[in-house]
């Protein structure tokens, strides 16, 4: 039992650890960062950012409208409105 404990607390430690070096390490490479890379980045992850918020209120809006209705056959997403779902996602990720 006392060597799950250690060994616990080694794996937290290193996980910590490890996370504050990568942490620091993107931050610096950031700060040396032409300042039209960082803008190219801050577009890309805004736009991505924007179109996982319209993916999202879609999705949402068809689990609202199927779960109005009464029937539950009805209440499963038709494999067309997914695979299109699917669609928009990956030309999204192409385009960026």
Same mark, same amino acid.
């Given at each position: 039992?006392?060597?799950?404990?250690?060994?616990?607390? #080694?794996?937290?430690?290193?996980?910590? @650890?490890? =996370?504050?070096?990568?942490?620091?390490?993107?931050?610096?490479?950031?700060?040396?960062?032409?300042?039209?890379?960082? @803008?190219?980045?801050? +577009?890309? =992850?805004?736009? +991505? +950012?924007?179109?996982?918020? #319209?993916?999202?209120?879609?999705?949402?809006? #068809?689990?609202?409208? =199927?779960?109005?209705?009464?029937?539950?056959?009805?209440?499963?997403?038709?494999?067309?409105?997914?695979?299109?779902?699917? @669609?928009? +996602?990956?030309?999204?990720?192409? =385009?960026?």
């Amino acid at each position: 039992m006392f060597k799950r404990v250690i060994w616990t607390g #080694v794996g937290y430690g290193l996980g910590l @650890s490890s =996370s504050i070096y990568v942490q620091r390490k993107v931050r610096r490479a950031v700060e040396n960062a032409p300042e039209k890379v960082r @803008s190219e980045a801050a +577009a890309r =992850s805004r736009a +991505a +950012a924007d179109r996982a918020k #319209v993916i999202a209120t879609e999705v949402r809006a #068809v689990v609202r409208e =199927s779960r109005r209705t009464d029937d539950p056959a009805t209440n499963t997403v038709d494999l067309r409105e997914r695979n299109e779902w699917l @669609s928009r +996602a990956r030309l999204g990720r192409r =385009s960026a």
